[in-house]
């Protein structure tokens, strides 16, 4: 499934082709994505692009009446073509501008294409997000305080996109190894100075995939349909049995909370 850093990448791909650029139309071969496309989208023609931002994993590209938004879903991506092509089977809308189409696949078809009234922000999708990983709301504190009293495995609660979005699977692995964090500890019983480090963790391994395109390991790539590298620097993700980069220990997999966690037992407490 494309996470934050895949999702970011793409934004920065499609933003300049649409950025300032007036739809001439949205067409939609097929409605049966997650949730059917609501015909509201086709009323995105005419309107000049005002601006493309990522919030947690959804793409919201901002129009003068409303904004489209865009959920890559398990296996989706967006390409930018600058020249004609016909559709093929799971290519299941366009977003056509003058200089190109923004072209949409989902083999599986659990992406999205909404329609939002303004303000974005009050959709039920997005209103009740925690803070972006990556923005100055997000720290140590605010994990510290949220986690008080909370018993379930920290690797849960960094991954809970009501405490911070984007943090999926292979990212929280990689930053609780990072910070020393056992994945299985209580996240209440994590100290505030033991947070401020995987907050830490956190932006860095978030920022480092994204400057490598994200993280290919089965459907991901970019908006130009090239993939992402950072799978070439995962520390402990997919690695079990292989030894820990720093004691040389055999890296462990366990299922917490039916996705699969990796980790060092000597490094991580």
């Not at 929280?172 to 020393?180: C, F, I, K, T, V």
């Not at 033991?194 to 920022?207: H, M």
């Not at 992402?228 to 620097?233: D, I, L, S, V």
Request: hydrophobic content about 40%.
């Amino acid at each position: 499934m494309p996470e934050l850093p895949e999702v970011e990448t793409t934004v920065r791909g499609i933003a300049p082709w649409l950025e300032g650029a007036v739809i001439g139309r949205v067409e939609v071969r097929d409605r049966r994505l997650r949730w059917p496309v609501p015909v509201a989208v086709e009323g995105a023609a005419g309107q000049a692009v005002r601006g493309v931002r990522r919030r947690a994993k959804y793409i919201l590209i901002e129009l003068e009446t409303g904004s489209l938004m865009i959920h890559l879903g398990m296996s989706g991506s967006l390409r930018v073509l600058t020249e004609s092509a016909r559709p093929r089977k799971h290519e299941h809308f366009d977003i056509k501008l003058p200089d190109c189409t923004i072209r949409y696949s989902d083999p599986r078809r659990f992406g999205s294409l909404l329609w939002l009234e303004p303000p974005a922000e009050d959709h039920p999708l997005l209103c009740s997000l925690g803070p972006e990983p990556l923005s100055e709301g997000f720290g140590g504190d605010w994990l510290h305080a949220l986690s008080r009293g909370r018993k379930a495995a920290v690797k849960h609660f960094i991954m809970d996109g009501r405490v911070v979005v984007g943090v999926g699977n292979i990212y929280a692995s990689e930053a609780l190894y990072m910070a020393g964090v056992h994945p299985l500890r209580a996240a209440g019983r994590v100290s505030k100075a033991r947070y401020e480090g995987l907050a830490v963790a956190i932006r860095d391994v978030l920022e480092r995939a994204i400057r490598q395109g994200g993280t290919t390991l089965r459907d991901y790539s970019g908006s130009g349909g090239q993939p992402g590298y950072f799978a070439q620097e995962l520390l402990v993700y997919g690695r079990a049995g292989e030894p820990c980069f720093q004691c040389g220990t055999a890296i462990r997999q366990k299922v917490i909370g039916q996705r699969s966690s990796y980790y060092c037992v000597r490094c991580q407490r």
